[in-house]
């Protein structure tokens, strides 16, 4: 199972209407620089977790942690 097929199993991080050979994450960070990917990165981390009371509620806080995550990879 491809990690794009994995993701999809959480309609939570990938919801139905994205049904893409590959994830816009992965080409933002085949087409940007290192620098400019962190961001985008943390842009969505800070979204997330600043809007979870207002509107997604818990799983806002979800995709706050996948970015999280992919942010701590993408550092390390």
Known sequence: MSHYQEERENEALVPSHYDNPIQPWDYMESTMSEEAYKGYLQGNVIKYVSRFDDKGGL???????????KLKDHVS
């Open 59 to 69: 799983q806002d806080l979800i995709k706050c942690g996948h970015y999280l995550s």
